[in-house]
């Protein structure tokens, strides 16, 4: 259902006189809400007619910052929380002083309630946040209120709705006698295109049947991650106390896991806590059975055992495009964590701008209230959406510009033996890589991209190393430049903390890096997988960023409190200290496209964390 628009000039939203049928509409005048078609899906896909007038769908319509007149517009005011120096400096907001600068009245929202609800379309109990809320109809009534069409598609053989035309909302409703514009006041709309494509970043090493034999875990500990890293000793106190991390997941787990896995370790928890919040209707008792469940358990297990003393609330969601970005609005809204870690995302390729922006809004939100946000950045080297696109690529949240993007090392062995030592990253020292049928040979700590394993392509029973391309291509550390937020997008909302270390013009992904190839990777613990029983839970040759970024939260988690207190956006602080003692800069090996090499690189960003190094070396910037 298409709304006809006499557009004057470039306005942001054009408006003219319009003859509809909708009852009571009270308004004569409609604004174009951009970015909301799935543009690049729907060239891939091939529509199938119409979709059932009555089918129920959920969306997920988000709110534009308002400026306030005792703060600076909120992409200011996030950089000058985290300038030293500056009087907002570590001056975060509370959730409610938040919702009073920047979101909008009460009022407004109402009028945007009133105008949908004559369409049948009403909001879900439970489900209203700060910047944006749900709401409920059947596509009919979603057709006429927002003015478009909304038909059946078909995608690499999965069936899903979508809209191939912009939303529209009046500018100019009456409610209550005042005029509103509903249009400038919807940032965007998510849930028009049913289409998810969320995935967990874990790979895990070919042929993993003689791993699985085995009782035990095998893979890195915790105790030799924080070695390899040189993180705080628990002797020093720095444990991660007084602070809670935020675990974003759209897949429940057996918590019981995670507490098995730290006692088997040796990890001390003491009084720290672990709770779980269940998101748009998501039960936490429901059954995380398959790899979903994993993630869930090895993001707690690995964030709890690299900061023991910190708290863990883990927020669930179903796998839907209202559920992923209601999973970030929940945490800022609650106002709870202070550290959030995702271990899922999708290529850019799948999302239309105004849902890259609505999530990336729940990270500007975050990042006002003191939260540090973070994002696995992908396996799939430099080709995030492959198969489907066979372009350079990055996944998004990673790409996002007010998160930090952690990619993944390869971390060798300085044996053969299950739980031996890491090698130190950056050291000369030769290190072992176990593979079918023998060993790798490594110096030092490398990109992680799977390349390095094509010579050895008779270990894995492969005939010749052109099949085996084929079955590890384009595994490796995610990494490269976003196409969705470049210098274009504005508001230098591409992430301007990194423009010193890289001048693109674009978002580079990622910041950081740790450890994350499977062949130098881990075990997870997960009575409730297709990989394992309830009685036999340990499942090896784990790897894949989805390890980097909860341990990359613990970190941060340690340095919070070493610091004093949250740090924001640690973006800033980590680029302010590019090339410090405080990271093992990456100089070898690459993810099928780029290399790594010294500085900031889109392989491996900064490099991996020297955590102790580090820590002073942010407070020592922060003072001077």
Do not use: C
Not at 75 to 83: A, L, Y
Not at 195 to 221: A, I, M, R
Not at 453 to 460: A, D, E, I, K, S
Not at 493 to 500: A, N
Request: glycine residues 10%; aromatic residues 12%; without cysteine.
């Amino acid at each position: 259902m298409k709304r006809a628009f006499l557009w004057a000039g470039a306005a942001a939203f054009a408006a003219v006189p319009l003859v509809m049928s909708a009852p009571q509409a009270l308004a004569s005048q409609y604004g174009q809400l951009h970015g909301n078609v799935a543009k690049a899906l729907l060239r891939g896909s091939k529509s199938n007619g119409p979709a059932s007038p009555s089918a129920q769908v959920t969306l997920f319509l988000g709110f534009n910052f308002q400026t306030p007149s005792n703060l600076p517009a909120l992409p200011t005011f996030i950089q000058d929380s985290v300038t030293p120096g500056n009087p907002y400096f570590h001056q975060f907001l509370s959730e409610n002083q938040f919702a009073q600068a920047y979101a909008p009245s009460s009022t407004q929202v109402n009028a945007l309630l009133n105008y949908l609800a004559q369409y049948q379309i009403q909001p879900q109990p439970g489900n209203a946040y700060t910047m944006g809320l749900n709401v409920t109809g059947a596509v009919s009534n979603i057709e006429k209120a927002f003015g478009v069409s909304i038909n059946n598609y078909l995608s690499n053989g999965r069936s899903f709705i979508a809209n191939d035309e912009n939303p529209s909302l009046p500018t100019d409703y009456t409610y209550h006698g005042q005029s509103y514009n509903l249009a400038s006041l919807v940032s965007g709309v998510a849930g028009m295109t049913t289409y998810s494509h969320f995935t967990t970043h874990t790979q895990q090493q070919q042929n993993v049947s003689n791993l699985n034999t085995q009782n035990g875990p095998v893979g890195y500990s915790p105790q030799q991650m924080a070695k390899a890293y040189n993180a705080f000793p628990t002797s020093s106190g720095i444990t991660g106390k007084g602070v809670t991390i935020g675990i974003a997941t759209l897949a429940p787990f057996v918590p019981s896991d995670a507490q098995f896995f730290w006692n088997y370790y040796h990890i001390n928890r003491g009084q720290a806590t672990l709770s779980e919040v269940g998101v748009d209707g998501q039960s936490t008792s429901a059954s995380g059975y398959g790899v979903g469940g994993s993630e869930t358990s090895l993001d707690v297990e690995r964030s709890g055992a690299m900061a023991p003393s910190s708290n863990i609330v883990v927020y669930e969601a179903p796998n839907t495009n209202p559920g992923f970005i209601d999973l970030f609005q929940a945490a800022a809204t609650a106002d709870k964590v202070q550290v959030m870690s995702t271990s899922w995302g999708e290529a850019e390729f799948y999302q239309p701008f105004s849902y890259s922006y609505m999530m990336n809004q729940a990270y500007m939100q975050g990042a006002a209230e003191g939260m540090s946000m973070m994002a696995a950045s992908g396996d799939s080297g430099a080709y995030d959406g492959w198969p489907a696109v066979r372009s350079l690529a990055v996944d998004s949240p990673a790409s996002s510009p007010d998160i930090l993007a952690v990619g993944g090392t390869t971390l060798p062995m300085v044996s053969t033996t299950p739980n031996a030592n890491p090698i130190a990253p950056g050291s000369s020292q030769t290190g072992y890589i176990p593979i079918p049928n023998g060993t790798i040979s490594m110096t030092g700590e490398q990109a992680w991209g799977w390349q390095y394993l094509l010579p050895y392509y008779q270990n894995f029973g492969m005939q010749n190393e052109a099949k085996w391309k084929r079955l590890i291509y384009p595994v490796g550390s995610t990494g490269g430049y976003s196409n969705t937020w470049t210098s274009t997008t504005g508001n230098n909302l591409y992430g301007w903390w990194q423009q010193s270390a890289q001048n693109s013009g674009a978002r580079g992904v990622p910041d950081v890096a740790l450890n994350a190839d499977p062949f130098t990777g881990y075990a997870i613990y997960d009575t409730n997988s297709v990989y394992t029983s309830p009685t036999a839970g340990w499942t090896n040759g784990w790897g894949g960023t989805s390890f980097a970024a909860p341990q990359w939260a613990g970190i941060t988690a340690l340095m919070d409190q070493y610091l004093g207190g949250p740090q924001g956006l640690i973006n800033a602080a980590l680029y302010a200290n590019e090339g410090g003692t405080g990271f093992n800069q990456i100089t070898q090996g690459n993810n099928w496209y780029y290399s790594a090499a010294p500085g900031w690189n889109p392989v491996t960003g900064l490099g991996t964390p020297n955590v102790q190094a580090l820590a002073q070396d942010i407070a020592h910037w922060e003072t001077h």
